[in-house]
């Protein structure tokens, strides 16, 4: 008798939450179908249901996934860089060139999920305390080097989160700028003001 082979329920995993991202990109958390993910991934109902209890727990595991990856591709892309400045400076280029790069990412992590259930916004809250914590290290350090004056780094880095995902949110909703990345300068330039530091003064 042949042998039945193995099914490798990781890869069917990872073509659910892939496709998760194209549906959820093109059509909002609420009007994203399990159906329509299950068939985009070549999988079945069943093989959701098996990794994920609902679209819901699916989504939340995907967020978790997403902003991990960019995390860590932030963090190695500038981790070379020779001051903490030097790297915060270098993240805020790196973040705003990925979402210009990969907008179905920038749709799904900041547009399209939040305002679907108290569960599945709260999930938001550790992806924006890893950006946070990413950036606040940088700032901890910057101040212990003696690069800018002691301040309050937990509510800068917070301020930080916040004026990025705005950016990003507008030329999500009205196309400004063209070009994402046009905006990055003058972005840039204005976070490393309100820590004291001269733009002109860092270059990445």
Not at 103 to 122: C, E, F, Y
Request: one cysteine or more; glycine letters at 6%.
């Amino acid at each position: 008798m042949r042998a039945t082979p193995a099914i490798d329920t990781s890869d069917a995993r990872e073509r659910i939450l892939d496709a998760a991202v194209e549906v959820l990109a093109q059509r909002g958390y609420s009007a994203a179908g399990v159906q329509e993910i299950v068939d985009l991934s070549c999988t079945s109902k069943g093989s959701f249901y098996f990794h994920f209890q609902s679209k819901e727990k699916m989504v939340m595991v995907l967020v978790d996934r997403m902003s991990e990856k960019l995390v860590n591709k932030i963090h190695d892309a500038i981790r070379r860089q020779p001051t903490p400045v030097h790297r915060v400076a270098g993240g805020i280029e790196v973040l705003m060139s990925t979402f210009a790069r990969q907008r179905k990412v920038a749709q799904v992590l900041l547009l399209n999920i939040m305002g679907h259930g108290k569960a599945v916004d709260k999930k938001f809250l550790p992806m924006r305390d890893r950006f946070a914590g990413l950036i606040q290290q940088e700032l901890d350090a910057a101040v212990a080097q003696g690069q800018i004056a002691p301040q309050d780094t937990v509510l800068l880095s917070r301020m930080w989160v916040g004026s990025l995902q705005e950016v990003v949110l507008r030329w999500l909703l009205t196309g400004q700028p063209n070009h994402l990345t046009d905006a990055t300068p003058a972005l840039r330039s204005a976070l490393l003001r309100s820590i004291g530091i001269d733009p002109a003064a860092i270059q990445t």
